[in-house]
């Protein structure tokens, strides 16, 4: 059985401070791994994707793989208000998702 | 179209009823996917189509439920004699392929009373 697991939260993060989401695996041949962020009564919505061992930054979020570990994490600098939702790591081809972890940023 | 498109956007059935709900997918998306979403849980899978072929039904919950995408685009979840715990957001996905993230549609909030 392919997991993903995560923290459920809710984690709450002062507006302006870096908020930190992680995720692990278990299926060690996967090579995708994405993070989607999903607002209360909408779809999820791709926010990043990587592929290889290190970090990958767009803009205020960075995802960093640790393949040998297992281990995705997304970090979200100068958190906003608007980024409170639920936050979802998904991994491997057929994109097996995790439970989510909600996240509310404090004005 | 622009993006993914499902319907209906809410549909309530009575328990034992036949329903069939449509997803649209992004123009020349090989790739789609259907997904299970319990009120405060991740997506489930539910199947899998590469164009027409249907390559991975695996997380069908039983066989009162069927897909299908004859022509390699439009695709349809047929769930039938819905029970309660069918209940659920059913989302659509599509891509250009593997290893390439996902674009949802709205999904279809099923209702069974």
């Known amino acids: 059985q392919k997991e993903v697991e995560q923290n459920s939260g809710p984690l709450s993060v002062p507006e302006g401070a870096i908020a930190s989401l992680n995720c692990t695996y278990s299926?060690?041949?996967?090579?995708?791994f994405f993070w989607y962020r999903q607002y209360s009564g909408k779809s999820p919505e791709l926010i990043m994707s990587?592929?290889?061992?290190g970090d990958k930054e767009d803009g205020r979020f960075t995802a960093q793989l640790n393949k040998a570990s297992q281990y995705v994490s997304l970090l979200i600098r100068d958190s906003q208000p608007s980024d409170s939702a639920t936050y979802l790591c998904?991994?491997?081809?057929?994109?097996?998702f995790g439970k989510g972890t909600r996240l509310h940023i404090l004005p | 179209g622009a993006g993914v498109s499902q319907s209906p956007r809410y549909k309530v059935a009575k328990r034992g009823q036949d329903v069939a709900l449509r997803c649209d997918p992004i123009?020349?998306?090989?790739?789609l996917f259907w997904y299970q979403q319990a009120l405060g849980q991740g997506p489930e899978f539910l199947t899998y189509?590469?164009?027409?072929?249907?390559?991975?039904k695996s997380g069908l919950p039983s066989d009162r439920f069927f897909a299908e995408r004859p022509e390699g685009s439009v695709s349809t979840l047929k769930i039938q004699r819905t029970q309660q715990e069918d209940s659920a957001v059913y989302l659509c996905?599509?891509?250009?392929?593997?290893?390439?993230?996902?674009?949802f549609g709205s999904g279809t909030r099923l209702t069974v009373v």
């Open positions: 996905a599509s891509s250009f392929g593997l290893d390439y993230g996902y674009t």
């Open positions: 299926d060690r041949v996967s090579q995708s």
């Open positions: 990587i592929y290889s061992n």
């Open positions: 998904a991994v491997g081809d057929k994109i097996i």
């Open positions: 123009s020349g998306h090989v790739s």
């Open positions: 189509f590469q164009n027409e072929a249907q390559l991975d």
